[in-house]
C-alpha cells in the first residue's frame, strides 16, 4: 500500500482499490486500480435509536494511522443524538472495510451506512444524503421465490433472517446466507458484507437501498441493542474478485481470518452421513392430495412403513430416513404422538436392524405446547416462538432432546421452519439477544444438547451462514421452487452453501417438483452438488405421476454412482 497526500487530504493507494476522501464534499472516492472512479462512497452514517434520527451536524479533519498492515483513516464527527461519532477505512493491501464507533447511550434500531442525514455542510444542504456507483449488475446470495441471483442496482435488496410466502417476504429458503451482496460486471466485482466480533451479530436484516443513481445500506437492529458509552457497529468490508461468487468468497474467508466464524474444520465426518436420504414428506403429500387433507395428518407409522417398502421392492435402499412433519402430539415439546406411532422406538430400532439411521423433523420456534412465560411474546401477551434465552424453555428443550436421542434412539434432527424467528420490535424475551445471535443461541443449545447424547448425531438446517458453521452439521437446500427452473436454482444455493460452510454436507432436497421430467432432472444433477435426497415412494405428489421402473432404475443408477465416488474420495 501506498499513503500519499493531495492537499492536505491523505489517499490510499493498494493493489485492488484506491480510496481518497473528496476535497470538498463528506465523500471518499473508491478508485479501480486502473484509476476509474468506481463509487462515491457517503462518510457520514446514520446511527439511529428509538428516541429519534440521527443527524450529522459538523464534521472535522481526516486524520491518518498506520499500522503493520494496514492505514486507518479516521473522521470524528458531532451528532444530534450521539456524543460523539467516528468513521474509519480501515485500508489493507487487497481489502478495506468502513467502521462506525458512536459514544452516548441510546437503542439501536437502523443503522445506514454510506447514507444518513446530515447539515453539517450548508453548500450541499441538509436531509439525508446518498452514495454514487457504476455498478451495473448487483449480486444476492439469498434465494427468494423469484430465484433471481442477479438484479439491476438501481433496485433494492434485502438480506434477512425470517421469511414467509407472501409479498416480499419470500426468504425462506435460506435462514440466513451471508449478510453480503456483490456488485460490478464482467471480471471487476466488489463484494460489501457485514463484519461483526462473536456476540456483536445483533442484527437481522441487510438492506441496499436505491434510488435516482443513489445507494446506501440499511443495518436492522430493531431496537434491542442498547449502547451506553462507547460502541463500535458492525464494519462492512469490501473485497475484490473476478465474479460474484468469488467475492462472497473473499467475504467469507474474511470473517475467518479476523476471527469472526469458524474455519473449516478437517476432522473425518461419521460414514453414514453422506448416505442418501429418504424423506417422507413427499410422499405424505401425495397421500393427502388423494385424500383431500393435510399433509401433516399423514405422518403415521404404517404409511411410512409402506413408503420404504415400496422403495425396497424397487431396490431403492435410502441410508437415512427422515420422519417429517408432523410425528410429534406438539411442535415444542417434541413427545411422539400414539395416535400416529404406535411404537416409535420399534420402528427405529428396525431401521437400524437394516443397516439405516433415522432423523426427526423438527419446526424450529414454534411455541405449540409451550407455556408463555417460556415464550417469546408481543406487547398483546401473543406467544409468537420459544425462547432460547430462557433458562427453564431450555432445560425443556435439552431434555426432549435427550428422550428423542435416547428414549426413541434417534439418530439426529431435520430442523426445519428457521425462518420464523422472531424479527419484530417490542418484543418481550427473557434475555436481550437478538438478530443472527438469537438463530445461533437456538442452534447452539439443539447441537451441544444433541452431541452430548450421540456425539455422531446428525444436525441438519437451512442457515448457511459461517457463523453458524459450528452449530450444524448439514446444511438443506430447502425446498423447491415449482414454478422455476429447478436444476439452476439448486446449484446456486449449493454453490452458496459450499462457500459459506465448507466443512457442512448439503442435503440436497426433493421437494415440491413441478413434474416427473423435472424431478428426473434433478435426480441426475443431485450427486454433483451434495447428499442425494428423495422425497417420493411411488408418485410425485404435484402431478399425481406415477414412478416407474425406467423412475426407479434412474435413482438406483445416481445412488450407485454417488456411492462408489464416495467410497473413492473416503
Known amino acids: 500500500m501506498q499513503l500519499t497526500f493531495e492537499s492536505t487530504h491523505p489517499c490510499v493507494r493498494a493493489s485492488t482499490y484506491s480510496l481518497a476522501p473528496a476535497t470538498d464534499r463528506p465523500y471518499v472516492i473508491l478508485f479501480d486500480p486502473q484509476g476509474k472512479r468506481r463509487a462515491e462512497l457517503f462518510a457520514l452514517a446514520g446511527v439511529h435509536t428509538l428516541t429519534g434520527r440521527d443527524d450529522t451536524v459538523a464534521v472535522g479533519a481526516w486524520t491518518v494511522e498506520e499500522h503493520p498492515g494496514e492505514i486507518c483513516l479516521s473522521l470524528t464527527v458531532a451528532s444530534s443524538l450521539w456524543q460523539r461519532k467516528t468513521i474509519r477505512f480501515r485500508c489493507q493491501a487487497e481489502r478495506f472495510s468502513y467502521e462506525i464507533e458512536v459514544e452516548g447511550r441510546g437503542d439501536l434500531t437502523d443503522v445506514t451506512y454510506f447514507g444518513g442525514y446530515s447539515s453539517a455542510h450548508v453548500r450541499w444542504g441538509s436531509g439525508h444524503f446518498w452514495s454514487w456507483h457504476d455498478w451495473k449488475r448487483g449480486f444476492n446470495p439469498e434465494p427468494t421465490s423469484q430465484e433471481q441471483v442477479y438484479f439491476n442496482p438501481a433496485a433494492s435488496s434485502a438480506i434477512d433472517l425470517g421469511g414467509v410466502p407472501l409479498p416480499g417476504k419470500a426468504s425462506w429458503f435460506f435462514t440466513p446466507p451471508p449478510f453480503a451482496f456483490a456488485f460490478g460486471s464482467g471480471k471487476r466485482w466488489v463484494g460489501i458484507g457485514v463484519e461483526a466480533v462473536p456476540c456483536a451479530n445483533r442484527y437481522s436484516q441487510l438492506t441496499y437501498r436505491a434510488q435516482n443513481g443513489g445507494f446506501a445500506f440499511d443495518l436492522s437492529f430493531d431496537g434491542y441493542t442498547h449502547v451506553d458509552g462507547t460502541y463500535t457497529l458492525p464494519a462492512l468490508g469490501f473485497d475484490f474478485a473476478p465474479d460474484a461468487y468469488a467475492a462472497l468468497g473473499c467475504h467469507v474467508q474474511a470473517l475467518r481470518d479476523q476471527q469472526y466464524a469458524v474455519s473449516p474444520h478437517t476432522a473425518d465426518l461419521p460414514a453414514w452421513w453422506n448416505e442418501p436420504i429418504y424423506c417422507g414428506w413427499g410422499s405424505q403429500c401425495h397421500v393427502a392430495a388423494m385424500a383431500g387433507e393435510r399433509a401433516p395428518d399423514f405422518a403415521r407409522q404404517p404409511l411410512y412403513e409402506e413408503f420404504l417398502g415400496a422403495l425396497e421392492h424397487h431396490g431403492i435402499v435410502p441410508g437415512i430416513v427422515v420422519l417429517d412433519d408432523k410425528w410429534q402430539l406438539t411442535y415444542g415439546d417434541n413427545r411422539v404422538d400414539p395416535a400416529k406411532w404406535h411404537d416409535l422406538r420399534g420402528f427405529i430400532d428396525a431401521q437400524h436392524a437394516a443397516g439405516r439411521k433415522v432423523l426427526l423433523w423438527l419446526k424450529a420456534w414454534d411455541a405449540e405446547g409451550i407455556p408463555a412465560d417460556e415464550c417469546i411474546t408481543n406487547a398483546a401477551g401473543v406467544k409468537l416462538a420459544v425462547d432460547p434465552t430462557n433458562p427453564a424453555f431450555e432445560q425443556r428443550f435439552r431434555e426432549s432432546i435427550r428422550v428423542m436421542l435416547q428414549d426413541y434412539d434417534a439418530d439426529g434432527f431435520k430442523l426445519d421452519f428457521t425462518a420464523r424467528i422472531p424479527t419484530s420490535p417490542g418484543l418481550r424475551l427473557y434475555e436481550n439477544v437478538w438478530g443472527l445471535e438469537l438463530m445461533k443461541r437456538y442452534l447452539s443449545i439443539l447441537y451441544s444438547a444433541a452431541k452430548s447424547v450421540k456425539r455422531d448425531a446428525l444436525v441438519m438446517a437451512h442457515t448457511p451462514h459461517p457463523y453458524l458453521a459450528d452449530v450444524l452439521d448439514m ?50 444433477l443431485q450427486p454433483a452438488l451434495g447428499v442425494p435426497s428423495l422425497y417420493y415412494a411411488t408418485h410425485i405428489d404435484s402431478t399425481g405421476e406415477a414412478l416407474t421402473e425406467d423412475d426407479y432404475a434412474l435413482v438406483r443408477a445416481a445412488w450407485a454412482q454417488y456411492r462408489k465416488e464416495q467410497a473413492c474420495t473416503g
Open 475 to 524: 446444511i438443506r437446500l430447502n425446498d423447491v421452487n415449482a414454478g422455476k427452473p429447478v436444476n439452476p436454482a439448486m446449484t446456486h444455493r449449493a454453490r452458496v452453501a459450499a462457500l459459506a460452510c465448507p466443512s457442512a454436507l448439503i442435503d440436497t432436497d426433493n421437494w415440491q417438483m413441478p413434474d416427473k421430467a423435472a424431478w428426473r432432472a434433478y435426480v441426475q
